[in-house]
Structure formats: structure tokens, C-alpha cells
Nanobody, 130 residues
Framework: QTQLVESGGGSVQPGGSLRLSCAVS????????IAWFRQAPGKEREGVSC????????NYADSVKGRFTISRDNAKNTVYLQMNSLEPEDTAVYYC???????????????????????WGQGTQVTVSS
């Protein structure tokens, strides 16, 4: 059974850091592209970052470039999102998502659209506030 479980969310002051984890089971992480999404109240779900199959490449939304880093540990079947210099605008529920195989025929690409992903976690809340 395919399962993704996020953890690591919480409350932090502006400028602080959090590391989110996405533990996956039921499939081999190597062969899946993984993405982090977020959804703030009243807003659409937004693709924050993604990492391709085998971890060959990463991609970030402009709003988080230079502050967030996605990585994967295939041995632990876990994907991480390191979030630094957090801003109140980063407040949202964060979700990880997975899809098998290459993106658009390439192992060196990944997508940040909701429709690109087949499996989703339940989400973890991140609140940035002073």
C-alpha cells in the first residue's frame, strides 16, 4: 500500500527554520518523483519544490528559491524539505506527493503541478508568526 507521511511542521518565528520529512512506504523511492506542495487558507495548492527520479534534479518556486532545499535519502525512503528564513507568507499546510517514472519522458525533470502527482500525504501545518 502506497503511503506518504509528513512530519516536522510546527510554529516558528519569522527568520526561523524547520525541516519537513516525508516518509514513504509501499514503493521504491528511487523510481518516483517527489514534490512538496503547500496550501494556505483560501488559496489554491501551490507546488513549492520537486525532485526528480533518482534525485537527478530539483526545481523550486520563485517564492522559496534560496531559502528552501529539497533532498532525498533513498536508504531511509524519506524526502526532506529544509526551510530557512521563514516568512509569515510561508504559513500553510504542507503536503508531499509522489508519482512514478520520469516526468515528461525525462529523468532530469520534475513537475510542480497538482495534476503531475498520483499519491499524497495528509499534510503538516507550518505557522510562521511573531
Amino acid at each position: 500500500q502506497t503511503q506518504l507521511v509528513e512530519s516536522g511542521g510546527g510554529s516558528v518565528q519569522p527568520g526561523g527554520s524547520l525541516r519537513l520529512s516525508c516518509a514513504v512506504s509501499g514503493f521504491t523511492l528511487d523510481y518516483y518523483a517527489i514534490a512538496w506542495f503547500r496550501q494556505a487558507p483560501g488559496k489554491e495548492r501551490e507546488g513549492v519544490s520537486c525532485i526528480s527520479v533518482y534525485g537527478y534534479t530539483t526545481n523550486y518556486a520563485d517564492s522559496v528559491k534560496g531559502r528552501f532545499t529539497i533532498s532525498r535519502d533513498n536508504a531511509k525512503n524519506t524526502v526532506y524539505l529544509q526551510m530557512n528564513s521563514l516568512e509569515p507568507e510561508d504559513t500553510a499546510v504542507y503536503y508531499c506527493a509522489a508519482t512514478p517514472g520520469p516526468y515528461s519522458g525525462s529523468n532530469y525533470a520534475c513537475g510542480r503541478e497538482v495534476s503531475d502527482y498520483d499519491y499524497w500525504g495528509q499534510g503538516t501545518q507550518v505557522t510562521v508568526s511573531s
